[in-house]
């Protein structure tokens, strides 16, 4: 199996900053894209950003120029550094690990998973 770990979420001021990382393990041949979504109370969940494994990234409008993803393969492991940080950011931040090839007890299997999510709350 696989499971995704997230961490590094809290509390920051506006206009501070907070690093999120999301580790996967399992027996993991390949992940096709990693990412961040986020949930705020009463909406429903959006894309935040994205990196591929070959390094290309996506950012939803709102973040672009204050947050930054980026992944080490390696480790499969992705970051989410987050700079300039308004009230409107608060919410549940969830990892997303797609298109993840790996060995199961009955062969190998692709599927995508999720983190169970980590809140980030700013304060104005």
């Known amino acids: 199996q696989v499971q995704l770990e997230e961490s590094g979420g809290g509390l920051a001021q506006a206009g501070g900053s907070l690093r999120l990382s999301c580790a996967a393990s399992?027996?993991?041949?390949?992940?096709?894209?990693m990412g961040w979504y986020r949930q705020a109370p009463g909406k429903q969940r959006e894309l935040v950003a994205t990196?591929?494994?070959?390094?290309?990234?996506t950012y939803t409008d709102s973040v672009k120029g204050r947050f930054t993803i980026s992944s080490d393969s390696a480790k499969n492991t992705v970051y989410l550094q987050m700079n300039s940080l308004k009230p409107e950011d608060t919410a549940v931040y969830y990892c997303?690990?797609?298109?993840?090839?790996?060995?199961?007890?009955?062969?190998?299997?692709?599927?995508?998973?999720w983190g169970q999510g980590t809140q980030v709350s700013v304060s104005s």
């Open positions: 990196v591929t494994s070959g390094g290309t990234t």
């Open positions: 399992g027996s993991i041949f390949s992940i096709d894209v």
């Open positions: 997303n690990a797609g298109g993840v090839k790996y060995q199961s007890g009955s062969g190998i299997r692709l599927r995508d998973y």
